[in-house]
């Protein structure tokens, strides 16, 4: 009888601890598919393949918090094993009262420094990043850009270029050796918003009647993703961010086309009148004529972007006709109306939009 119910003692604790095991082999491997490389058909921005120098630094934080989260698991996980083992319970003496044993001062002093001391390292290590982060100086050669979050997409002016563009950030790669980074003043239109994108730098929100600042310096040219992170109503999900870090005479190159006035097109004068006598003029802005709204983004070189509604479709005919007729069916709850257009003014308005580059 008591073999017996030793056998069934033993099985409880090796499910038990099969339990456990298998939870610790699910986060090890989650945690394997937040670190591995992401495909090119599926971008996915990770902490874990940083390219800026304050990314850099939050990744080397997150390291070293969990080193010492993942030793404290070992050494609780391991005298819990031990523990449930030694003093399990035991048939021969079910009925007897286990020995009393009172409080150990060395034991109750040292679950009381040693987590105190774990506290202080994480604090001070954690204090390091944040100051070294939010004190950087600004060099001369830095890029200033001022990021307004609308609700639901992102407006980007750089005050000394006297540019105005939307949803698709362009910045320089900075080299250690002449180095370039991008200083970025934030601001809110409406709602709370966060500006995040995992492998340049840590997440800063957006609040209205509030400035908040960040900094990155991108080592490597390329396309980065990000999100708004901050919960800011029906579309925050589609509120996305790109990225462009191109070379230096690429970004020049930018520059240039951005500082120029739209294109005006004689051909499709039709257009653009359709364009300057509805609705369209009251929200958007494009250089050169009389439209110079403020509620939806500058529309000067959208054809030079990749995508539109922030990010929610790629920038081909097919979408942004759709985005006219009906924006819901990309992005529902957007704040962008359904223009009511004849399909001979829709023809015109996207032909003339087409020149927008």
């Not at 800026?52 to 050494?75: D, G, K, M, Q, R």
């Not at 020995?99 to 002093?109: F, H, K, P, R």
């Not at 990749?306 to 985005?323: D, P, Q, V």
């Amino acid at each position: 009888m008591h073999k017996i119910t030793d056998k069934a003692g033993w099985g409880v604790v090796v499910g038990r601890a099969t339990g456990i095991l298998v939870l610790l082999a699910g986060i090890l491997f989650a945690a394997g598919l937040c670190n591995a490389s992401p495909s090119d058909d599926n971008p996915v921005p990770s902490i874990f393949q940083p390219h800026s120098t304050p990314a850099e630094s939050i990744y080397h934080l997150s390291v070293f918090v969990l080193a010492i989260t993942a030793v404290i698991f070992l050494v609780v996980f391991s005298l819990l094993a031990y523990a449930v083992v030694k003093f399990r319970n035991k048939a021969a003496g079910a009925e007897r009262e286990p020995a009393q044993v009172y409080g150990s001062t060395q034991i109750e002093l040292a679950w009381t420094i040693i987590p105190i001391l774990i506290v202080v390292v994480l604090f001070l290590a954690t204090a390091r990043v944040i100051h070294a982060i939010q004190d950087a100086p600004k060099p001369a050669t830095a890029v200033e850009v001022t990021a307004i979050g609308h609700q639901f997409w992102w407006e980007f002016r750089y005050p000394v270029l006297g540019i105005v563009t939307a949803n698709e950030l362009h910045v320089p790669v900075s080299d250690p050796v002449h180095p370039t980074p991008t200083f970025l003043k934030l601001l809110s239109a409406d709602t709370d918003h966060s500006f995040w994108v995992p492998q340049l730098a840590g997440k800063t929100d957006l609040i209205p009647n509030r400035v908040n600042e960040m900094w990155m310096d991108p080592h490597q040219t390329g396309i980065y993703l990000g999100q708004c992170a901050q919960y800011c109503g029906t579309q925050h999900a589609k509120m996305l961010l790109r990225v462009s870090v191109d070379t230096p005479e690429a970004f020049e190159a930018w520059v240039r086309d951005q500082k120029r006035t739209a294109d005006q097109d004689t051909k499709e004068i039709a257009g653009r009148r359709v364009f300057e006598t509805t609705a369209c003029i009251n929200c958007h802005a494009v250089g050169g004529t009389a439209a110079t709204g403020r509620f939806g983004p500058d529309l000067t070189h959208l054809m030079s972007r990749s995508t539109i509604a922030s990010g929610a479709a790629e920038n081909t005919s097919e979408n942004l006709r759709l985005w006219i007729e009906n924006p819901d069916a990309i992005k529902p709850g957007s704040l962008m109306p359904a223009m009511k257009l004849s399909d001979a003014d829709l023809d015109a308005l996207l032909r003339y939009l087409e020149t927008l580059r």
